[in-house]
């Protein structure tokens, strides 16, 4: 009879844990995540949201940061207008989750940074769960190309001195999406470059984000 009690006790423990809503996580995170807002700024952004309002508030530079969407394991915000944000629910091995966020800096030009984080907010070491997409991956590879073909693509490659990737969440499932950036190119070049990549989107399989090639 110890035992069952026990193990009732340890489950009651566990669920609250492992029923984390987005809207909660956002809400009680440590403001050093997101120093332009306080608590109260995040409750605000919630309770608009869910009543069908704008949900804009002013943050700590007197300007104004928007919460655009809000659901169970996602949240996409503007913090600045030259910063936005992205935090996703992601489910782990152990039936717990993970808080992963990245923020996409559109000045100069635009690229994110991902982090991944415990549900009790202790940053964890991201080489362990994603392996930083390689610059060539992004390029459509065909067998058929020409060495003409070959030779404009390689010129191409060398032109882009600056390598700036965003990335972004899904909010249906659990994919995460880099994108090369075309940046610091004449427009013609960057026209070309755009037609020569592609996205790159990773799964994320309980432990890591993986490409699907990458699949054992």
Known sequence: MKRFFLFLFVCGALLPIQAQKMRDVFAHMPDSVLNLLTEYNRLDCIDFIENGQEAKVRNRLDGFSVLQKLTDNYLKLQLTASMEVEMKLLSGADSLEYIALSKTFSAPAKSSLVSLYT???KKLPLERYLKAPAFDAFWK????????EADT???????????????????????????????????????????QIQPLVYEWNRKQFVLPADKE
């Open 119 to 121: 549900l009790d907010w």
């Open 141 to 148: 590879q065909s067998a058929s190309m020409t060495p003409a």
């Open 153 to 195: 693509l390689a010129a191409l490659k060398q032109k882009m001195d600056l390598r700036l990737t965003t990335a972004s969440f899904s909010d249906s499932d659990e994919s995460l999406t880099f994108r090369l950036q075309p940046v610091q190119l004449e427009k013609e070049d960057s026209v070309k470059v755009s037609r």
